[in-house]
């Protein structure tokens, strides 16, 4: 459900974007919006894979840290 309504808002941005901004027709920007509202989802897809991927990595480096320093330490 989420991703349709990631598509859907992405294609009606677009088309009103290249509509009412860059004076298109209403032909293509619904044709351009069609290209284009796929790849700018699965960008937005990439880029909470991406920092979701960061923050594992971020909370293990941490984690391996206070170990190295508990380890140190004690």
Same mark, same amino acid.
């Given at each position: 459900?989420?991703? =349709? =309504?990631?598509? /859907? =808002?992405?294609?009606? @941005?677009?088309? =009103?974007? /290249?509509?009412? @901004?860059?004076?298109?027709?209403? %032909? %293509? %920007? /619904?044709? /351009? @919006?069609?290209?284009? +509202?796929?790849?700018?989802?699965?960008?937005?897809?990439? $880029?909470?894979?991406?920092?979701?991927?960061?923050? $594992?990595?971020?909370?293990?480096?941490?984690? +391996? $840290?206070?170990?190295?320093?508990?380890? @140190?330490?004690?």
């Amino acid at each position: 459900m989420k991703f =349709l =309504l990631l598509f /859907l =808002l992405a294609f009606v @941005g677009v088309v =009103l974007y /290249l509509h009412f @901004g860059k004076d298109e027709d209403w %032909s %293509s %920007s /619904l044709l /351009l @919006g069609v290209i284009a +509202a796929p790849f700018l989802v699965a960008m937005w897809k990439f $880029r909470d894979w991406y920092m979701k991927r960061a923050q $594992r990595a971020g909370r293990n480096w941490r984690e +391996a $840290r206070n170990e190295r320093k508990r380890a @140190g330490g004690a």
